[in-house]
C-alpha cells in the first residue's frame, strides 16, 4: 500500500526558511514521478515543484529560485527547501507521487488536473507571518 506523509510545516516570518519532508512508501516501480501543490481557501490547488525519476525538475514561476524540490532515493524521502519566503507562500502543502516515466511537467499538469491520476499525503500547513 502506497503511504505518502509529510512533516515540517509550520509558521515563520516572512524571510525565513522552512523544510518540508515527504516519507513515501510503498512502490515497487523506480519510475515514480513526485512533486509539491499546495492550497489555499477558496483556491484550486496549485502544482509548484515536481521531480520526475531522471532527476528533471520543474517549478512555478511563483517559487522559481526561492524553492528548491530534492530526493534521497535511500531514505524514500522527497524534500522541499523554502527560503525567502512570503506571506503569500502561506497555505496547505501537499506531497504527491505517481507512477510512469513522466516528465516533472506533464506531472504537474496531470496531478493538477486528473488529481485521481496519483496518491497525495495529507499536507502540512505552512503560515507566513510579515
Known amino acids: 500500500q502506497i503511504h505518502l506523509v509529510e512533516s515540517g510545516g509550520g509558521s515563520v516570518q516572512a524571510g525565513g526558511s522552512l523544510r518540508l519532508s515527504c516519507a513515501v512508501s510503498?512502490?515497487?516501480?523506480?519510475?515514480?514521478?513526485m512533486g509539491w501543490f499546495r492550497q489555499v481557501p477558496g483556491k484550486a490547488r496549485e502544482g509548484i515543484a515536481a521531480?520526475?525519476?531522471?532527476?528533471?525538475?520543474r517549478y512555478a514561476d511563483a517559487i522559481k529560485g526561492r524553492f528548491t524540490i530534492s530526493q534521497d532515493n535511500a531514505k524514500n524521502t522527497l524534500y522541499l527547501q523554502m527560503d525567502s519566503l512570503k506571506p503569500d507562500d502561506s497555505a496547505m502543502y501537499y506531497c504527491?507521487?505517481?507512477?510512469?516515466?513522466?516528465?516533472?511537467?506533464?506531472?504537474?499538469?496531470?496531478?493538477?488536473?486528473?488529481?485521481?491520476?496519483?496518491?497525495w499525503g495529507q499536507g502540512t500547513q505552512v503560515t507566513v507571518s510579515s
Open positions: 510503498g512502490f515497487t516501480d523506480r519510475r515514480v514521478c
Open positions: 504527491a507521487a505517481a507512477k510512469g516515466a513522466l516528465t516533472a511537467d506533464s506531472f504537474m499538469r496531470t496531478m493538477t488536473d486528473f488529481p485521481d491520476f496519483g496518491y
Open positions: 521531480i520526475a525519476n531522471d532527476g528533471s525538475t
